[in-house]
């Protein structure tokens, strides 16, 4: 296809938060759902993206990534990790995240707004390491088949309706 991937990419999804011990600083959700194809209109190009089963296990295997807001533009945390991941595996449905928030006055409005519902989704940054393309298609599929997982963390707006 000719589509030369940027270094780094960003993808988002939908989460849910449980309280496993009542006290509002757990975030527990999917990073990322295997197999549910998304519309990517971007500088990168026009395209459908997968995520494939496996494609976080290298990854997973040699570090664990940074948990950031908004992909750490946010003004008031930036780049300081918001919280500290306590879990995250790949599954059958994706990549499950367990983190506890840090308990401060910058991360407290992001706390508040996760816990109402009103930031819902969680993000992924990642770099393509391996994909594989479909291109008889009107819209061309890229599959990410292994990234290399650098950040993940609630967003505002997601790029993956999952």
Do not use: C
């Amino acid at each position: 296809m000719g589509i030369k991937a940027p270094k780094y990419v960003e993808r988002s999804v939908s989460f849910e938060t449980r309280e496993t011990d009542d006290d509002g600083f757990n975030l527990v959700g999917y990073g990322a759902v295997y197999g549910q194809a998304t519309s990517i209109d971007s500088w990168e190009g026009r395209f459908d993206e997968v995520i494939d089963r496996g494609a976080f296990d290298k990854t997973l295997s040699e570090r664990t990534p940074v948990l950031q807001f908004d992909h750490g533009r946010d003004p008031a945390t930036g780049s300081v990790p918001i919280g500290a991941i306590q879990e995250i595996r790949s599954d059958d449905h994706g990549l499950f995240v367990h983190a506890r928030l840090h308990d401060n006055s910058r991360v407290e409005p992001i706390r508040q707004a996760i816990a109402s519902g009103a930031v819902d989704d969680m993000s992924f940054r990642f770099q393509v390491v391996r994909d594989d393309w479909d291109e008889s298609r009107d819209t061309p599929l890229r599959t990410l088949k292994e990234v290399s997982l650098l950040e993940v963390g609630p967003v505002v707006f997601p790029a993956y309706a999952g």
